[in-house]
């Protein structure tokens, strides 16, 4: 673990072992319960911020043998992930005018907003997308990665799939986002890779750089690795780049940057 995380950790532990530090003289003597009446003061990501941290002190303490349960393993906080704000800037406002056709503004929106990469965005499946939630379900390979859509990508969606409808309505190709040439293929594959990559041609913009520009406004805005890992699906050395960068001034002294 690089000393950022160590540090965030500590950040949310220690007044929560101060805390316990009034009336037990060791962790050994900290309960289940005493995990779950802490993490109740606390809501939202403050609250989940803290189960991590704990989570993993007990776990390493555990590991180690300095306790002889773990407390926290079997406690959870029950998850609310807003979607993410999109970038507050008249740039993707623009990047949508410009789009063309209802499956491009659907693409820009996924990539600039949601964060997708390319080619999670043309192997998206339809059956991934569960409307009346408002829920995305990317797969990853170690798991999918649900997304929360805003209004808008969801009234690009929904102005998508009836054109699609419309236009194919008996294409059995199970992919979101399908082409005049992939919608009528029985075999039902993606979209190729010239194809999405043609729309941000024509933009004059590369997804790459859509992306990472989008993790960097809410790195900015949150100043917080654990929402990135948590709305964005990123590891956690990914997501604490993006704070670095987005926050430099706070890492001047870190020691992880030599």
Known sequence: MNWSTI???AHFNVPALQQ?????SSLREITQKDIEDILSSRTGEPAHSLHTSLRSLFRALKRERVIFHDPARRVSVAAKVNAPRR???DRLVGLLDKAPTAMAK?????????????QEVRHQLLAGLDRPAGRLAVPRRFGDRVVYLDELTMRLLNTWLRERAERWPRSSNPHLIVTQVTAVDPTGPPVSKDGLRLIFTKLGIQPRTLR???????AHETADPVH??????????????????AHPHRF???????
């Open 106 to 118: 659907v693409v820009v929106a996924l990539v600039a907003i949601h964060a997708l990469r390319p």
């Open 228 to 245: 990135l890992m948590r709305v964005f699906g990123l590891s956690d050395t990914t997501a604490l780049k993006y704070v670095r960068a």
């Open 7 to 9: 540090r965030r950790y």
């Open 87 to 89: 970038i507050p800037s």
């Open 20 to 24: 316990w530090g009034q009336r037990v």
């Open 212 to 218: 990472i520009d989008r993790l960097l406004d809410e």
């Open 252 to 258: 001047i002294n870190d020691p992880t940057r030599a």
